[in-house]
């Protein structure tokens, strides 16, 4: 669903939210504080669950994997202020802006993997590695279908009909298209919106072989495959897309009104801020 605002209309939306007095990104300078959480070193089984019934290939088999050291993930998503930001600052192709309204605390839309990579590159970081992404989506909460456990909620998550593809509400989910984000409880870890929004962009190629071969201690991704990959469904997904395990293989230039994403770094960068 590709959207058919030009940039400027995202470029406008966004510059009333940066109105708030955001300073410009001076070369050399740190970039914004992006709300970052610390993510504990530690381990866990990826791939899915032996009690979900909903299992594809792709996402076995199960293996351990294991963190030695602490990294961080932003609590959100990236929004469309945090983005414009990075446009304003960097001259990067400001996306379109979606077939719904949106505010600055929403999280941005129709950006590819390339662009995310080069926001998070820009704010001093990268995109998480799938490993990384599900480590933190799990949240040291083990064998479990979703984040919070093993019946869907949208109590918890913003997501689509119970038959693809189309917005739903229902419950604390309001909305229809994107939310803003933190609008649901955070996991354990403090990280919001895990589990649908938007799809969010992570490092490394889908290749099916790749799991059953990953080095067991912090597994950076299959340097080559068929795809890029996105996590954790959408507002415009069914439930099932919401698992935990599910992976979505994507085009590297792809660009769609419910992919976004959010950026991870050593554990180290905090003290360089």
Do not use: K
Not at 90 to 116: E, I, N
Not at 152 to 177: L, P, T
Not at 249 to 268: H, K, L, M
Request: net charge negative; glycine share 10%.
């Amino acid at each position: 669903m590709r959207g058919t605002v030009s940039p400027l209309a995202f470029l406008a939306v966004a510059a009333a939210m940066a109105a708030v007095g955001w300073p410009a990104h001076a070369a050399g300078q740190a970039p914004p504080d992006l709300g970052w959480v610390r993510i504990p070193a530690g381990s866990f089984e990826m791939g899915c669950v032996e009690s979900d019934p909903d299992c594809l290939d792709m996402e076995r088999p199960r293996h351990p994997v294991r963190f030695p050291v602490p990294f961080e993930m932003m609590a959100t998503e990236v929004t469309v202020a945090q983005y414009f930001r990075f446009v304003r600052d960097t001259g990067h192709r400001a996306p379109a802006a979606p077939g719904f309204a949106q505010t600055g605390d929403h999280p941005v839309v129709l950006v590819s993997w390339d662009d995310a990579a080069a926001f998070c590159t820009w704010a001093g970081a990268r995109l998480p590695t799938e490993a990384q992404w599900e480590y933190a989506a799990r949240a040291g909460r083990p064998g479990l279908i979703y984040g919070w456990g093993d019946a869907i909620s949208r109590d918890r998550a913003n997501y689509g009909a119970e038959q693809c593809c189309a917005g739903a509400v229902g419950g604390a989910d309001a909305w229809m298209n994107t939310a803003p984000v933190a609008s649901f409880p955070p996991n354990d870890f403090g990280l919001f919106d895990m589990a649908g929004n938007v799809w969010e962009w992570v490092d490394g190629w889908l290749d099916d072989d790749y799991y059953a071969t990953s080095p067991l201690v912090d597994p950076p991704g299959a340097a080559d495959g068929y795809a890029r990959i996105a996590r954790g469904g959408s507002w415009l997904n069914f439930p099932a897309a919401l698992r935990t395990s599910v992976r979505l293989p994507f085009a590297q230039t792809g660009q769609t009104s419910n992919v976004g994403f959010r950026c991870a770094r050593s554990a180290g960068a905090a003290a360089a801020d």
